[in-house]
């Protein structure tokens, strides 16, 4: 089996790069299955029931999340009714939604998916490791293929998370950042990883948002809004090819496709 995660999605710079590019690159690398992180997917920072049925529109089987997910109240009620969106498992579980599904992919295939969110500062929220390590034990009774999206801070935090679940897993992916990182592997028991997938949006930013007001901050510590920027669209990701049988990853590529 071939999944696509797709980096964080940035406003609607970042959705028009899903809508345009995504069908053609399902096409021409065979992808089987689809999953994006889209906390940042309404004005750069939340997402709204419109918004994630759009991205499902275009093709987006899963969709993730992270600390920016109850941005938008409107989405709250969603968490609960869809069970394709995701927001971190590690929350309080009286929060609303879930954070972790099982969803069956157009050849029948049954995909499992862990949302986590780090610690490192971020919230103090459950620990990741062992909510993880307890949410992959359960879907390994129905299935052996299991996507973990890790959205945190420090590299180390998700490296480690990466080396934890390493086996019990097909892959661990790194999101919240924003930047792609070059270190994707195959781990030694068979489990892929990269510390961070990347970014889908506008690259003439500071990690999707207009320069001159990160600046602004930057210079003076006061107040600023952050205005998703528009220039120069990337969609950013990474391929990972699964055994079905087995669960374990064969190969990761990762995916950097600028729109024309």
């Known amino acids: 089996m071939k999944i696509l995660f797709v980096g964080d999605i940035v406003g609607s710079p970042g959705r028009h790069a899903a809508a345009e590019i995504l069908p053609k690159l399902k096409k021409k690398k065979k992808i089987d299955f689809i999953i994006a992180n889209a906390e940042n997917a309404a004005g750069g920072s939340g997402l709204t029931p419109d918004i994630a049925n759009e991205l499902?529109?275009?093709?987006?089987?899963?969709?993730?999340?992270?600390?920016?997910?109850?941005?938008?109240?409107?989405?709250?009620?969603?968490?609960?009714?869809?069970?394709r969106i995701l927001r971190p498992a590690n929350y309080p579980k009286t929060d609303p939604g879930r954070g972790v599904t099982l969803v069956e992919s157009s050849d029948g295939i049954k995909v499992g998916v862990i949302n986590i969110l780090g610690?490192?500062?971020?919230?103090?929220?459950?620990?990741?490791?062992?909510?993880?390590?307890e949410l992959a034990k359960q879907l390994r009774e129905k299935t052996s293929i299991i996507i973990v999206d890790v959205h945190a801070e420090a590299t180390s935090e998700k490296i480690a998370l990466g080396k934890f679940l390493d086996g019990t897993v097909s892959a661990v992916l790194g999101t919240h950042t924003h930047v792609q990182t070059a270190d994707e592997a195959i781990l030694p028991k068979g489990t892929a990883y990269i510390t961070d997938v990347g970014m889908t949006g506008p690259f003439d930013s500071v990690i999707g948002r207009k320069t001159d007001h990160i600046l602004e901050r930057f210079l003076t510590q006061m107040p600023t809004k952050f205005e998703v920027a528009t220039g120069d669209i990337h969609l950013q990701g990474a391929i990972i090819d699964i055994d079905d049988k087995t669960g374990n990853a064969s190969r990761i590529e990762r995916v950097h496709e600028r729109l024309e």
């Open 119 to 133: 610690r490192v500062f971020l919230s103090a929220i459950e620990c990741p490791f062992k909510t993880a390590q």
């Open 56 to 83: 499902f529109d275009v093709g987006i089987d899963v969709i993730t999340s992270g600390d920016h997910i109850w941005k938008k109240r409107e989405i709250y009620d969603f968490l609960d009714a869809d069970k």
